[in-house]
């Protein structure tokens, strides 16, 4: 139970119903060209109710940083969370920041299997504590939810029915190279008639001697050139090329009597020449959750039983598959449209019997659409081609039209006891060149390798597998994220904390602020942040020692974000993840958009929080934002 002391009562609620509207990535810039042009009609017309601004982001500006610094009211240094990435201090060893297993869970008991990663107090934990029906759709961070009056559904860190972030599986005839990017989720089918007999792989299961996953069989009937007939568990699904199939639930046996079931959906893509099927990652079934997903923890199977089955994946929409050529644009984008649909119906189901409170539903796909379609709006990007921009460069700017829409609709429900407020995280632009951090430690002689990483080796020594430790005083993971090798603190740490460690710094910080592109002279880093500059509270010292903010284009690469340094330090990008936002603070800022007046032009996320807690009379000494009313 959240800690009810921090919350003052401060006077008469002014609202007796507030509405957050979360829409990820929403770019200031192209909400107002879209205003202007008339596109965005409610956009307009709740900014003239109440006002539009931008929104100053996080640092970094990733979505779990965001999103919990909008939760709490506080910089990381409170909720402790800094990257998609940190290290393990024991072996220097990337570890998801997301997700946190518990250890400590040797019974595997359900509601024990997960840590939380988001410390601290939500603004709905304050409000629920203090009598406020609280409501709450998909918020990233909030996995494994806390157990209070809240209700609660988590969104990005819930993770499929094997534990991990999800992952596709791609069944086909086809020779696939085991040197492939993605071929570790090929499965190798073989047509015997019209037949294919193969499996779904799901949760690990302990078994005499190791653990290995759980597999559901898969039989599947090719009844033509256009569609299959797929069999699991006595259930028959038709899918047809180019469609989504329904959803399928999977059952897995986990031994001694015991079951769990997961649920999927196929996308055909051909039957000849060659077999092609893309299968989701295995979900949670909302229906029969593995994993507690809720607060309470039925809540998400009264979810399910009112809208449908729907995606329970933290990240649903699957980028991956798109990069990695197992599913094409229009797949990506059908699939975005009904995980955006879904959603619709959650919230209208809350929004239907809202009478008093808080109700807070955040939406994600207009960030993912962004990251694979920005391509399209920048001839100046090495993969920009000119027919696909003319065939998908509506494809942006018609979700910032579906959020308007949404909004719309939300409007219609709003009087005048109700607060309403919509935001973005952060903004967008182009990721065009790719900078390899640890190549430049390395450059710069703050990292030494025993062995520079072939070319031909995507990771560029992932896992920092050529480093010596022992001559080595800096190193990157995560998306922007440096850590100093100090000595006491890392494994095999040389540098002294103090005047030795501070020096390190600015050494990092003056040459990464003076690199330039030897392409065209271009600075790639418009600032480097030492921690104690940007971060406080009882978890800063987990942080970072420095955080690199790129310029515009620039964005760390994936290979520093698992502790590789490839030969080169600048490369184009030529991944289909074209755009982002893991850039300087300063460039992506948010927007907010209220149907009441504000109190600040140059609002802050961390100021959503407070005025949540302002709009019913409270307040929180645990927030260092300010409420805006």
Wanted: some cysteine; hydrophobic content about 35%; charged content about 25%.
């Amino acid at each position: 139970m959240t800690n009810e002391s921090s919350v003052k009562v401060t006077g008469t609620p002014k609202y007796s119903r507030v509405i957050l509207l979360g829409m990820d990535g929403l770019d200031p810039k192209i909400v107002s060209s879209l205003m202007e042009q008339g596109d965005l009609p409610n956009f307009t017309k709740l900014s003239r109710m109440g006002g539009f601004s931008q929104l100053a982001t996080s640092n970094p500006a990733q979505s779990p940083v965001a999103w919990a610094s909008i939760a709490t009211g506080n910089n990381p240094g409170h909720h402790g969370i800094f990257d998609f990435l940190g290290r393990r201090i024991s072996d220097y060893m990337p570890e998801l920041a997301i997700l946190k297993m518990n250890p400590k869970n040797v019974f595997g008991k359900r509601e024990a299997m997960f840590l939380p990663v988001m410390q601290g107090n939500a603004f709905w934990d304050h409000t629920s504590a203090n009598n406020i029906p609280s409501t709450i759709l998909k918020w990233p961070m909030t996995f494994q939810p806390k157990q209070n009056r809240a209700k609660l559904f988590s969104g990005l860190g819930v993770p499929d029915i094997k534990g991990g972030l999800g992952r596709y599986a791609f069944y086909t005839t086809m020779d696939i190279s085991g040197n492939e990017e993605g071929a570790e989720k090929v499965i190798k089918v073989k047509i015997d008639g019209k037949k294919i007999k193969t499996h779904v792989s799901g949760p690990n299961v302990a078994k005499l001697t190791a653990r290995e996953a759980a597999k559901a069989d898969l039989h599947i009937n090719l009844a033509g050139e256009s569609n299959i007939e797929i069999n699991i568990d006595g259930k028959s699904v038709t899918v047809n090329k180019g469609r989504w199939s329904e959803w399928v639930e999977v059952k897995f046996k986990l031994g001694f009597m015991k079951t769990t079931t997961g649920i999927v959906k196929f996308y055909l893509h051909q039957v000849n020449p060659e077999f092609e099927l893309y299968m989701t990652p295995v979900q949670i079934n909302p229906k029969d959750p593995a994993f507690v997903i809720s607060s309470p923890d039925e809540y998400v199977r009264e979810l399910a039983n009112e809208v449908g089955t729907f995606y329970t994946l933290g990240m649903p929409e699957d980028t991956k598959a798109i990069e990695e050529g197992r599913t094409d644009e229009d797949a990506f984008i059908a699939m975005c449209d009904e995980i955006v649909e879904e959603q619709e119906k959650m919230l209208w189901y809350e929004l239907n019997k809202f009478k008093e409170g808080l109700l807070a539903c955040a939406f994600f796909s207009t960030d993912r659409i962004q990251h694979i379609f920005w391509v399209t709006r920048d001839p100046a990007h090495p993969l920009y081609d000119k027919a696909y921009a003319e065939k998908y460069g509506h494809v942006i700017d018609d979700y910032y039209r579906k959020m308007d829409r949404i909004l719309g609709e939300v409007m219609k429900e709003v009087d005048d006891k109700t607060a309403l407020m919509v935001f973005s995280d952060h903004g967008f632009s182009s990721f065009r060149r790719t900078v390899h951090i640890n190549s430049w430690l390395v450059q710069n002689g703050l990292m030494t390798l025993t062995q520079k990483a072939s070319k031909d080796d995507r990771e560029g020594g992932g896992l920092f597998q050529y480093v010596d430790w022992k001559k080595t005083r800096a190193y990157a993971l995560g998306f922007g994220s440096i850590y100093l090798n100090i000595k006491g603190r890392e494994k095999h740490g040389i540098v002294e904390a103090g005047p030795d460690a501070g020096a390190v710094s600015d050494k990092i910080v003056s040459g990464l602020v003076k690199l330039t592109d030897p392409k065209d002279g271009q600075p790639a880093v418009k600032d480097v942040y030492k921690r104690n500059t940007i971060y406080s509270g009882s978890r800063a010292d987990n942080a970072p020692d420095l955080v690199v903010g790129f310029q515009d284009g620039y964005r760390s690469s994936w290979q520093t974000a698992i502790g590789g340094a490839p030969p080169e330090i600048i490369e184009d990008n030529l991944k289909k993840w074209s755009g982002d936002h893991i850039i300087d603070p300063s460039i992506v800022p948010g927007i907010l958009l209220t149907n009441f007046g504000t109190n600040n032009n140059n609002p802050s996320l961390i100021d959503i929080a407070p005025t949540v807690l302002s709009c019913f009379g409270m307040s929180a000494e645990d927030m260092e934002g300010k409420t805006l009313i």
